[in-house]
């Protein structure tokens, strides 16, 4: 640990290198004035203690990651087997699908044929009873002003 870091001095000792960075207010600290514990290299031991609390919070944090990360793993999996069990069955049993769907589009076109003549038939009876009751205005009109003969 005795290479200096980019020209820092120690903060604490102003005249000697930096070796390191704390590992919590990240000040450049000499070979002195290190703290370790746990691989973790620190300034002081306030600054320690934070950093091995700081690593048992970020253990717990990181084991929540993992299990929620697993829980993921599993749910996609599941879906998979879900989608591939469904493929596999339309695959199994495309012949009776291809006979249902061309059914259902037989079924289709037939009441598309029934309701198209069904709006015609509708269509001509109010377009016929248009024509009656024009008429029969025309007849009204014409007796009233005379035009009648």
């Not at 879900?82 to 589009?105: D, E, P």
């Not at 009441?111 to 003549?117: A, N, Q």
């Amino acid at each position: 640990m005795s290479s200096k870091i980019n020209q820092s001095v120690c903060l604490n000792h102003p005249n000697v290198p930096a070796v390191a960075h704390c590992a919590t207010c990240r000040k450049p600290i000499c070979e002195k004035c290190i703290k370790t514990a746990n691989g973790i290299i620190c300034c002081s031991d306030a600054c320690l203690q934070n950093a091995l609390d700081s690593q048992v919070v970020v253990g717990e944090i990181m084991a929540r990651k993992k299990k929620s990360e697993l829980k993921r793993v599993i749910r996609n999996f599941i879906l998979l087997l879900i989608v591939l069990a469904a493929a596999w069955f339309a695959y199994q049993h495309r012949q009776a699908l291809q006979n249902l769907l061309q059914r259902g589009k037989s079924k289709t076109e037939q009441v598309g044929k029934e309701v198209t003549g069904q709006v015609k038939s509708k269509s001509e009876t109010f377009k016929h009873d248009l024509e009656e009751g024009d008429a029969r205005r025309r007849a009204a009109n014409d007796k009233k002003y005379g035009f009648d003969q």
